[in-house]
T-cell receptor, first 117, second 116 residues
């Protein structure tokens, strides 16, 4: 099973709202990722968690706040977003390295389509 | 800087035509190579991947790709496309090192439209 689930599927929020995106995987992966994707563009890496610790933050604005409560869950807390933050937010997971070649294959969830008004 | 180049941004084919999408990367060391597909309104799915061994790898839905190390290329092929292959195709590379192997370097994608 290579399933990553994300909720909600769609989210509309105002610029003063606080909301959270959720991601879950049960593949025993210990690396989890948040990406932002604009239409017909490749995903842009935002954050990487490894063993529930933040290992990469790609200089993402502080209005995005990630959280990894346990090895299966990943949240992205949103506050005071801007209209340009409207995008598809993707979660992915992979085994951790070093675990041999191929361990970093990333499996993606369906995404949350976020619209900021 | 490491980069991935996909030569064809938009491809239009008729059903049953053959497909080849180019992907070149710039990195001198060992790499892991991936092709992902994103069907309209759907999420990214792994089509195929290469780590080592036979440079010709087969993926899902009849796709295959060939790794040519001397050309830093990993081209995607399908002998006969179907209307259902209409999608965005992304090539991605992960430079393999013993330290932090987290990041995928993505090509800009190729938009494939197959006419019935």
């Amino acid at each position: 099973d290579t399933e990553v689930t994300q909720t909600p599927k769609h989210l509309v929020m105002g610029m003063t709202n606080k909301k959270s995106l959720k991601c879950e995987q049960h593949m025993g992966h210990r690396a989890m990722y948040w990406y932002k994707q604009k239409a017909k563009k490749p995903p842009e890496l935002m954050f990487v968690y490894s063993y529930e610790k933040l290992s990469i933050n790609e200089s993402v604005p502080s209005r995005f706040s990630p959280e990894c409560p346990n090895s299966s869950l990943l949240n992205l807390h949103l506050h005071a977003l801007q209209p340009e933050d409207s995008a598809l937010y993707l979660c992915a997971s992979s085994q951790t390295v070093p675990a041999g070649p191929g361990a970093d294959t990333q499996y993606f969830g369906p995404g949350t389509r976020l619209t900021v008004l | 800087a490491q980069s991935v180049s996909q030569h064809n941004h938009h491809v239009i084919l008729s059903e049953a035509a053959s497909l080849e999408l180019g992907c070149n990367y710039s990195y001198g060391g060992t790499v892991n190579l991936f092709w992902y597909v994103q069907y309209p309104g759907q999420h990214l799915q792994l089509l195929l991947k290469y780590f080592s061994g036979d440079p010709l790898v087969k993926g899902i839905k009849g796709f295959e790709a060939e790794f040519i190390k001397s050309k830093f290329s990993f081209n995607l092929r399908k002998p006969s496309v179907q209307w259902s292959d209409t999608a965005e195709y992304f090539c991605a590379v992960s430079p393999f090192n013993a330290g932090n192997n987290r990041k995928l370097i993505w090509g800009l994608g190729t938009s494939l439209a197959v006419n019935p």
